[in-house]
């Protein structure tokens, strides 16, 4: 139980369009979803803090009209990265947890984008 | 401010021996903490975690972690190392089911 997936695992964009990152709870309502980015060899950043049917939380320094976050249903977050610069490329991981459960976070498997 | 220290990026083991990731954290509440392992290309997959039970956490694939609060320690052991536990390991502190803040990573090196 307790699966998170991504979709797309990967993806290579051109710079100035943008891509859109989709997590799914598979098997259990997720109140709560958070989008982390993580460079090459460092740890995980959090970049927001998404509640169903809210407005997302955003870490400082994180551009929120860049990286826009959807919470549109339990089992659905996206990530948008608008107008994609190669400085954006990076793996991209969201976490979800339910309701009463916070403590726990369930990872999906992550997304690398590349920006050309 | 919740932080986590993990001491040292590398660690090399033989196989078969233990091993031993070590972890310092710092909360101003009894803290949540975690330990997850990444392997490459991948997402993290959650180790174990204390919640305020039992000091010593029994995880998946025979890893343990005891909470030290005097030490504010919690440190990942595993008594025999295999080679499938390279990976990279993650220690985390979260206050009272607030958000996670990761340590910088330990990698783990088994040596044949």
């Known amino acids: 139980g307790a699966v998170v997936s991504q979709h797309p695992s990967w993806v290579i964009c051109k710079s100035g369009t943008s891509v859109k990152i989709e997590c799914r709870s598979l098997?259990?309502?997720?109140?709560?979803m958070f989008w982390y980015r993580q460079f090459p060899k460092q740890s995980l950043m959090l970049m927001a803090t998404?509640?169903?049917?809210?407005?997302?939380?955003?870490e400082q320094g994180v551009e929120k009209d860049k990286f826009l976050i959807n919470h549109a249903s339990l089992t659905l977050s996206t990530l948008t990265v608008t107008s994609a610069h190669p400085e954006d490329s990076s793996f991209y991981i969201c976490s979800a947890s339910e309701q009463g459960l916070q403590e726990t976070q369930y990872f999906g498997p992550g997304t690398r984008l590349l920006v050309l | 401010a919740q932080s986590v220290t993990q001491l040292g990026s590398h660690v090399s083991v033989s196989e078969g021996a233990l091993v031993l990731l070590r972890c310092n954290y710092s909360?101003?509440?009894?803290?949540?903490l975690f330990w997850y392992v990444q392997y490459p290309n991948q997402g993290l997959q959650l180790l174990l975690k204390y919640t305020s039970a039992a000091t010593l956490v029994k995880g998946i694939n025979g890893f343990e972690a005891e909470f030290k609060k005097s030490e504010t320690s919690f440190h990942l052991t595993k008594p025999s190392a295999h080679m499938s536990d390279a990976a990279e390991y993650f220690c985390a502190v979260s206050d009272l089911g607030d958000k996670i803040i990761f340590g910088k990573g330990t990698r783990l090196h088994i040596l044949p």
């Open positions: 909360s101003s509440v009894p803290p949540y």
């Open positions: 098997d259990f309502q997720a109140t709560t």
């Open positions: 998404s509640n169903e049917g809210s407005k997302a939380t955003y």
